[in-house]
């Protein structure tokens, strides 16, 4: 093997492992979120527990996928779409860790939660299996550089912004309703804002897939149905 494959080689492990990095990431903060959601609607304290213990290995992972990212764009140059997937590689991981945080805080607060028969947790299950879904395809689109399944994660949140939009309004309800309801919902009211940030930032990482993939930015406003992003 002469000295020039050689080199090729070990750039294109790099490049592999950062996919690995990113990969691994993705499958932990989905696992988070997962058992964030679990916690808050149907009262699991074990799952309740497992997510905030998730972050240090989120933390960990996003160190090593950056230095690994700054290490390959000091040393090997990269152009093209080596260069935006590496640039992209670079915010995606900050957008996975937050996602971490949020379902942190989504499980914390579900350990506070109590709630009362007369509160529904219908429209938040719904909200959180939204978004878990949308992270999942989110995660995938990044793992096979699905163009395609980019544009579909983009085009989903404006669905669980309107959930959001709803939850809200029906848990300020509750609240004129019946005072008692207040503690429970402002707890609510959180876990709901939290995962329409998690939505958000898998947007985010859809958006990242696309320019990774095929050098162009979505539009600023997403639309609200239909195909309307750039033709490759």
Same mark, same amino acid.
């Given at each position: 093997?002469?000295?020039?494959?050689?080199?090729?080689?070990?750039?294109?492990? +790099?490049?592999?492992?950062?996919?690995?990095?990113?990969?691994?990431?993705?499958?932990?903060?989905?696992?988070?979120?997962?058992?964030?959601?679990?916690?808050?609607?149907?009262?699991?304290?074990?799952?309740?527990?497992?997510?905030?213990?998730?972050?240090?290995?989120?933390?960990?992972?996003?160190?090593?996928?950056?230095?690994?990212?700054?290490?390959?764009?000091?040393?090997?140059?990269?152009?093209?779409?080596?260069?935006?997937?590496?640039?992209?590689?670079?915010?995606?991981?900050?957008?996975?860790?937050?996602?971490?945080?949020?379902?942190?805080?989504?499980?914390?607060?579900?350990?506070?939660?109590?709630?009362?028969?007369?509160?529904?947790?219908?429209?938040?299950?719904?909200?959180?299996? #939204?978004?878990?879904?949308?992270?999942?395809?989110?995660?995938?689109? #990044?793992?096979?550089?699905?163009?395609?399944?980019?544009?579909?994660?983009?085009?989903?949140?404006?669905?669980?912004?309107?959930?959001?939009?709803?939850?809200?309004?029906?848990?300020?309800?509750?609240?004129? +309703?019946? !005072?008692?309801?207040?503690?429970?919902?402002?707890?609510?009211?959180?876990?709901?804002?939290?995962?329409?940030?998690?939505?958000?930032?898998?947007?985010?990482?859809?958006?990242?897939?696309?320019?990774?993939?095929?050098?162009?930015?979505? !539009?600023?406003?997403?639309?609200?149905?239909?195909?309307?992003? !750039?033709?490759?």
């Amino acid at each position: 093997m002469t000295e020039s494959t050689h080199t090729v080689k070990s750039y294109e492990q +790099e490049l592999e492992h950062l996919g690995s990095l990113m990969a691994r990431m993705g499958g932990l903060v989905e696992r988070q979120t997962a058992q964030a959601v679990k916690a808050v609607v149907e009262g699991d304290e074990e799952a309740a527990l497992e997510a905030p213990e998730l972050d240090p290995e989120v933390d960990e992972l996003e160190r090593e996928a950056e230095a690994l990212a700054i290490r390959i764009l000091a040393l090997r140059s990269p152009m093209a779409v080596d260069l935006r997937t590496i640039v992209a590689a670079l915010k995606i991981t900050g957008d996975l860790e937050r996602i971490g945080d949020y379902a942190s805080s989504i499980a914390r607060r579900a350990m506070k939660l109590e709630t009362e028969g007369n509160i529904s947790l219908v429209g938040l299950r719904n909200m959180g299996h #939204l978004v878990q879904n949308n992270l999942r395809r989110a995660i995938d689109a #990044l793992t096979t550089k699905d163009r395609d399944g980019a544009v579909a994660v983009w085009q989903s949140d404006t669905a669980v912004d309107e959930l959001y939009t709803a939850m809200f309004r029906e848990l300020m309800t509750y609240m004129m +309703e019946d !005072p008692r309801n207040i503690g429970t919902c402002i707890h609510l009211l959180f876990v709901a804002k939290n995962l329409e940030r998690i939505g958000d930032h898998t947007t985010n990482i859809a958006e990242r897939v696309y320019y990774a993939v095929t050098g162009e930015m979505l !539009p600023a406003v997403r639309p609200r149905g239909g195909r309307s992003y !750039p033709a490759s």
